[in-house]
């Protein structure tokens, strides 16, 4: 079968620095993008990994080990609207299905 | 900046009757697909489109669901006879390849409402 594990919730203070793992288990992998979504609106895209290593935008960053079968999402200096739902998505062939893990909820505290 | 659009916002439909969300994607991409989330889980695929023709579907596209591109901008998702668990946001996305820079563009969803 497809899954994808992530935390189901993760809490931080502002200004802090969060990392929200997943781990995959996958029929096929060509990448592993990260979306956030606000209250329950359009997922957003974060970033995009093929390749093994880091990539960085912005205060986001996200990393990605295929030999691990695993990536994580990087936020740092953590703003209060940064509280949202983080899904990372396997695309799975080349035709760009993605799928989903169940979402971490990111609560960003004062 | 481009977006996706989608409407309507909310439908309400009874058991058994057929509905049609609307989607209009990003005007120069090439590759569109349906997601739906049932209400607290995770977004699951549904069908994927490219060269007006179905290129990936799941199972739970069955033979209820189906979809079309009828001009150049709109894409839609047909359910012919709903039922209650079609109950969910859909969420129609574009996107421009589907090569390494990757990357696709979510609408803000229809929350289809089967009572």
């Known amino acids: 079968g497809q899954s994808l594990e992530q935390p189901s919730e993760v809490t931080a203070v502002e200004g802090a620095i969060v990392q929200i793992n997943c781990t995959y288990q996958?029929?096929?992998?060509?990448?592993l993008s990260w979306y956030q979504q606000h209250d329950g609106g359009a997922p957003t895209f974060l970033s995009y990994?093929?390749?093994?290593g880091l990539e960085e935008t912005g205060r986001f960053s996200s990393f990605l080990s295929r030999s691990d079968s695993y990536g994580y999402l990087l936020l740092q200096e953590l703003q209060m609207k940064d509280s949202a739902s983080y899904f990372c998505?396997?695309?799975?062939?080349?035709?760009?299905?993605?799928?989903f893990g169940q979402g971490t909820e990111l609560s960003v505290k004062p | 900046e481009p977006e996706v659009t989608q409407t309507p916002s909310h439908q309400v439909t009874q058991m058994g009757q057929e509905v049609i969300l609307r989607c209009v994607p990003i005007?120069?991409?090439?590759?569109f697909y349906w997601y739906r989330q049932i209400l607290g889980q995770k977004v699951e695929f549904l069908v994927s489109?490219?060269?007006?023709?179905?290129?990936?579907k799941s199972e739970i596209f069955d033979d209820q669901f189906s979809v079309e591109r009828p001009d150049g901008s709109n894409f839609t998702l047909k359910i012919r006879s709903t039922k209650l668990e079609d109950s969910a946001m859909y969420f129609c996305?574009?996107?421009?390849?589907?090569?390494?820079?990757?990357?696709?563009?979510f609408g803000p969803g229809t929350r289809l409402t089967v009572t």
């Open positions: 996305a574009s996107s421009l390849t589907s090569g390494r820079t990757y990357e696709q563009y």
């Open positions: 996958t029929s096929g992998f060509y990448g």
């Open positions: 990994n093929a390749l093994d």
């Open positions: 998505a396997v695309r799975d062939n080349q035709g760009g299905k993605l799928i």
């Open positions: 005007s120069n991409h090439l590759y």
């Open positions: 489109f490219y060269n007006n023709e179905i290129s990936e």
